[in-house]
């Protein structure tokens, strides 16, 4: 069956560091995959999407990689902040418009 | 990008009574919504497919006569709890998909307590 992993419950990070958070994935193959920000009690926000034929993408302190040979996406987030504390969503895409969640990775950036 | 507001935010209602959740896309004409459940520190979970003008198609597992789905606008999308019981309780999000790059917006999402 489909799985998706997320590494950890719980990343803490100082501020200013690089935060990177690890998304496996198995029995899929996925044209694209997206990331996103879900705060306490609210609904998840789009980041960014990665499609299977680009291996990095960018935006702002924002980075994603997708391996599709290793079956994983890396996101990164450069010069954190406390503001960035959220639980973080891998979203490959599960096929006729679906997306299918991780259970996320929790950041703490402490300051 | 697409707006989307869902009402309530928060709702508590007794066992057995039926609770509706209103999710309006309000600068974007949406066929398609879609309609999730997420349990304390698990994953959002797709509970169905709301299509504007036809029937819902409800993921495996879901009780399609508990969870009514209706979708009568290219703006409003509803989910009815109907006899719903304390395992319903959770929290209800629904979305729709802006375009090919941007992903899809979520509502607020609606917090359900059944007492």
């Known amino acids: 069956s489909q799985k998706i992993e997320q590494n950890s419950e719980a990343l803490n990070i100082q501020e200013g560091k690089t935060a990177t958070l690890t998304c496996n994935y198995t029995?899929?193959?996925?044209?694209?995959l997206q990331w996103y920000r879900q705060d306490p009690g609210r609904g998840p926000v789009f980041l960014l999407l990665i499609r299977e034929n680009e291996k990095e993408k960018r935006k702002e302190r924002l980075k994603v990689t997708f391996d599709t040979t290793l079956k994983q996406s890396l996101f990164h987030i450069t010069a954190s902040q406390p503001a960035d504390s959220a639980t973080y969503l891998c979203a490959p895409d599960g096929g006729y418009q679906k997306v299918t969640f991780g259970t996320g990775t929790k950041l703490q950036v402490i300051p | 990008g697409a707006v989307v507001s869902q009402h309530p935010s928060w709702v508590i209602c007794k066992s057995g009574t039926s609770v509706k959740i209103e999710c309006r896309s309000l600068d974007f004409q949406a066929t398609t919504m879609f309609w999730y459940r997420q349990f304390p520190k698990q994953s959002l979970m797709l509970m169905a497919t709301?299509?504007?003008?036809?029937?819902?198609?409800?993921e495996q597992g879901v009780e399609k006569d508990k969870f009514l789905i209706n979708h009568a606008s290219l703006t409003l999308s509803t989910l009815t709890v109907t006899s719903a019981h304390p395992e319903d309780s959770s929290f209800y999000i629904c979305?729709?998909?802006?375009?090919?790059?941007?992903?899809?917006?979520f509502g607020s999402g609606t917090r359900l307590t059944v007492v």
């Open positions: 029995n899929y193959s996925p044209a694209y």
């Open positions: 979305s729709v998909q802006q375009g090919a790059d941007g992903g899809y917006t």
């Open positions: 709301s299509n504007e003008g036809s029937k819902a198609t409800y």
